[in-house]
């Protein structure tokens, strides 16, 4: 039941841009997308609750196709500040609670 | 308005000793858990509360308790330690609603040995 997130790993130069996808084997109704800086707590960026959506939060931008069971998270322009695990949450297992991905660590070189 | 906030930061057991990892929130927000993070596996959720006085077990609950006696406060109790244990925890509200994401404490990061 555990989210699937692709790439494991990403490394970028400033500038660049990242697509990380996270795919489910279930119906998706709603995805989240968290960052975690090392050593810190995981912080909420966005979530999407209807097929097709998409939505922005600075250059992070997120889609949701309800249809392919998946969301994509793009990182534009990346920033070295934009380092850090991302982890997408989809809603199941327990109480219907939130499922975390494994993560996807993404680091942004100068 | 500290947000959630969680003590201790950093702890050391030896296996077979207990202790409460504490966990308040000052947004009198309803839902609240307690999720685990090791390398390589993401968040796992522990124990949940949906009101005060309700818990509920998650994905990994063996070896632990949990107690919600006041809708501020979220307890985690490791009766007997063990190294498996090893973790970081990290307690989380969220506010009603479905637009809502999660709050994270700053975690606890736990050693048993």
């Known amino acids: 039941q555990q989210p699937v997130q692709s790439p494991q790993a990403v490394i970028l130069r400033e500038g660049e841009d990242a697509v990380i996808n996270c795919s489910s084997s279930?119906?998706?109704?709603?995805v989240h997308w968290y960052r975690q800086k090392h050593g810190e707590a995981p912080v909420f960026l966005m979530i999407?609750?209807?097929?097709?959506e998409q939505k922005g939060h600075e250059k992070i931008s997120a889609s949701f196709n309800e249809k392919k069971q998946q969301s994509s998270l793009y990182l534009t322009a990346s920033q070295l500040s934009y380092s850090g695990t991302y982890f997408c949450?989809?809603?199941?297992?327990?109480?219907?609670?939130?499922?975390f991905g494994a993560g996807t660590i993404l680091r942004v070189k100068s | 308005n500290a947000g959630v906030t969680q003590t201790p930061k950093f702890q050391v057991l030896k296996t077979g000793q207990s202790m409460t990892l504490q966990c308040a929130q000052d947004m009198n927000h309803n839902s609240m858990y307690w999720y685990r993070q090791d390398p390589g596996m993401g968040l796992r959720l522990i124990y949940y509360?949906?009101?005060?006085?309700?818990?509920d077990k998650g994905e990994v609950p063996n070896g632990y308790n949990v107690s919600r006696l006041n809708k501020r406060e979220f307890s985690l109790r490791l009766e007997s330690a063990a190294p498996s244990q090893t973790s970081v925890y990290f307690c989380a509200d969220r506010p009603a609603g479905i637009n809502y994401g999660y709050t994270f404490g700053s975690g606890t990061r736990l050693t048993v040995v």
């Open positions: 279930k119906a998706l109704y709603s």
């Open positions: 949450g989809t809603l199941g297992g327990y109480g219907n609670k939130l499922v």
């Open positions: 509360s949906a009101s005060e006085g309700t818990t």
């Open positions: 999407l609750l209807k097929g097709g």
